[in-house]
């Protein structure tokens, strides 16, 4: 899977991508990710990839043309068959999550995530070359690469081979379509507060028991949407339906002997 970031900043994703899990998963052959310069792009001597917007208002839009002219080298021409999916950050976008990385990191397609800066970008680049426009949440970011970041190390850490322990991922918070339960480590007594109990006791089914029920309660608690969801869909089996209780058999009664007057 090649992934490929568009900025105006690409100093920016040094240290982010050549750490940890994405450092890793590049050695490993994983997947490819790519920074390029916006303004290598553009045609003029200044390199110019904003301009003033059209109808007034503070700030400046990035320009179609060398936003367009980039898109279509690195993710392809719209309409080619084997095009890389645009995504482009924006809080206008709808807000990004664990399925939706998922979904990524399944297909595997090669993606290219678009930053942009200043007021916006031209809308008709959106809507003639973008595939996603993506949320990180409701907040306004000066630049979108803090978003672009955080949609590429979501993705990648769920690639299989990403992580060192993959089994840590399938308890994650949303994997489950819960909040995990609380973790914790040496020593057993920290400013007076133990361990919970049940976590010394080597009792593997009784620990996933009681993770799961704190995972159900600070769901609960913080996140009342994924609870209810989670609730949806995973019913409580139905209550057994009771047997009707059979009345023991009373011992027949001995018929009367014959009465010989009869
Ligand atoms: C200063 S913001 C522009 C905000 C824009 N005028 C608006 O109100 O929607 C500059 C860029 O930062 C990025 N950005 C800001 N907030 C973001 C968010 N919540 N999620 C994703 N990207 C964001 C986008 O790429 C955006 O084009």
Redesign the pocket.
């Known amino acids: 899977m090649r992934i490929t970031i568009l900025t105006l900043f690409p100093n920016w994703f040094d240290g982010p991508c050549h750490e940890s899990i994405l450092a890793r998963a590049q050695e490993a052959g994983l997947v490819e990710i790519r920074v390029r310069q916006l303004r290598d792009w553009t045609t003029d001597r200044h390199r110019t990839v904003d301009d003033a917007p059209y109808g007034g208002g503070g700030g400046m839009v990035l320009k179609a043309e060398p936003v367009a002219a980039a898109l279509d080298e690195l993710a392809g021409p719209p309409g080619a068959p084997d095009r890389a999916r645009v995504l482009f ?5 709808t807000t990004w999550n664990h399925p939706r990385a998922i979904q990524h990191a399944t297909a595997r397609q090669d993606i290219v995530v678009l ?7 031209d809308e008709r680049v959106i809507e003639t070359r973008v595939d996603e426009e ?4 409701d ?6 690469e803090i ?1 672009a970041m955080a949609i590429v190390d979501s993705i990648v850490r769920l690639l299989p081979g990403a992580l060192g322990a993959p089994e840590g991922a399938a308890t994650d918070s949303f994997a489950t379509g819960l909040l995990e339960a609380p973790h914790y480590t040496r020593p057993e007594i920290f400013d007076g507060h133990a361990v919970p109990e049940v976590l010394l006791s080597g009792n593997h089914a009784a620990i996933a028991r009681w993770r799961h029920e704190q995972a159900l309660a600070i769901t609960a608690a913080r996140r009342p949407d994924l609870h209810a969801q989670h609730l949806a869909d995973h019913p409580p089996p139905p209550p057994r339906a009771r047997r009707p209780r059979v009345k023991a058999k009373e011992p027949a009664t001995p018929a009367p002997p014959n009465d010989p007057l009869e």
Do not use: M
Not at 139 to 144: C, E, R, S
């Open positions: 950050t924006s809080p206008r976008g930053c942009g800066h200043y007021e916006g970008l993506v949320s990180l949440g907040f306004v970011l000066t630049g979108g978003a």
